[in-house]
């Protein structure tokens, strides 16, 4: 059974509606998890424009291959099958490789094979480094960006077309996914190896809101299947992946940008999403619609309440809420129009112990931060209950 949903992600702007907090946008109140190395800082500005909290927790680190073998049997594959199409993504990656394979006496041979194809550098710096090599680009965009690349490529038509892609250390999100949809072989040029970063802690932050559930972490973003497939690794070696699993099985999103990054978590019975498009603008496009979507929207007390990972969405005003009172609020709209009692509500509150005071005063806090009187009411000796408007299907109790 296929467990990924492809799903179209109609370009969208944020609408300026007026919020408690500044910048309140489709993401906002949710909190968002990012796994990726190279490309963290666009990935993440994107979110954070649309109003998301992010968690950058790096599953990758770069670094150059220690044993060569794999650079050089992918440089003899195409020295003996030459490519289409090579694509050169970095400068120092391609200096890297020609530097390699003149060291291993094939050098010519190489640059034999590079002349006689189609060479794509990426941007002006790559370009520098093709020349350097007395090579000639057949195309570079001015802007840098390997979308733009990849656009040219697919419009061209990459079907029954042998493409060398020379990599950089994490793969390229949703790069080679496309081309091997369009048709392509495509046969990579590994320069760098990918290992587990040398800070664990970022990583070990990430995996404990995952776990801890209650909206800590509402979606976890992969663009490469290596990094899914090392955070699952680090939760199995602290002895937490039962709970990360469960977590990422519920309610916390796996949002991947293409199919070869979510198989790790497949393997493991994990449900993904992913861009119809296999790149960062469109997977960004998708959490603005599967966040929005998966939140509880109640009529309470006249108002339309919105309930994301850390926050309220009143009447189109966000409103902060703290964890504890998140807490109570999710706890209450699992019953709504209810009485839940004292009791639940404190087995709801992480770490509360049984001093059923703590409810009262995180009760006070959530009533404060939601700003509207009436709508959590007060049930004398039972317990509170949400104001569910009149009319709507609230249970008799």
């Known amino acids: 059974m296929d467990d990924t949903r492809t799903v179209a992600t109609p370009t969208a702007t944020p609408t300026a509606t007026p919020t408690a907090t500044p910048a309140a946008g489709p993401l906002a109140g949710f909190t968002v998890g990012v796994t990726a190395a190279r490309r963290a800082d666009d990935l993440i500005a994107l979110l954070r424009r649309r109003g998301a909290t992010v968690v950058h927790a790096p599953a990758l680190r770069i670094v150059p291959l220690a044993d060569d073998s794999e650079l050089l049997a992918a440089t003899k594959e195409l020295i003996a099958c030459p490519p289409d199409t090579v694509v050169a993504t970095t400068a120092i990656g391609f200096r890297g490789w020609i530097e390699a394979a003149d060291g291993w006496g094939i050098g010519e041979e190489l640059l034999a094979r590079l002349r006689a194809t189609e060479l794509l550098a990426r941007g002006p710096k790559v370009k520098g480094a093709v020349r350097a090599a007395a090579l000639v680009e057949t195309w570079s965009p001015q802007s840098e960006s390997l979308a733009e690349v990849l656009d040219r490529m697919l419009a061209a038509g990459v079907a029954g077309r042998r493409i060398a892609l020379q990599l950089h250390g994490e793969p390229l999100p949703g790069f080679v996914e496309a081309l091997r949809a369009g048709g392509a072989e495509v046969v990579v040029v590994p320069v760098y190896r990918w290992m587990a970063p040398e800070d664990l802690a970022p990583m070990d932050r990430l995996l404990d809101a995952v776990a801890a559930g209650a909206g800590a972490i509402d979606a976890v973003s992969f663009t490469s299947a290596p990094a899914a497939a090392s955070l699952l690794a680090r939760a199995r070696e602290r ?45 960004v496009q998708l959490l603005c619609q599967e966040l929005p979507g998966r939140a509880r929207v109640l009529p309470v007390a006249g108002h339309r309440m919105e309930i ?58 959530l009533r404060g931060a939601l700003g509207v009187p009436n709508l959590i009411q007060t049930v004398v000796k039972r317990g509170y209950r949400l104001a569910l408007d009149a009319g709507e299907c609230a249970p008799v109790d």
């Open 308 to 365: 994301r990972g850390h926050a309220v969405l009143l009447d189109a005003e966000l409103r902060a809420v703290p964890p504890a009172g998140m807490a109570l609020l999710r706890a209450l709209a699992r019953r709504p129009g209810w009485v839940v009692g004292r009791a639940d509500l404190l087995r709801a509150l992480p770490g509360a112990g049984r001093d059923e005071h703590a409810v009262e005063t995180a009760m006070a806090r």
């Open 239 to 283: 002895g937490m992946d039962g709970a990360v699993l469960a977590a990422l099985r519920g309610d916390v999103l796996s949002a991947c940008v293409g199919p070869v990054t979510a198989l790790p978590l497949q393997a493991h019975g994990v449900d993904t999403v992913q861009p119809e498009r296999f790149r960062l603008g469109p997977l």
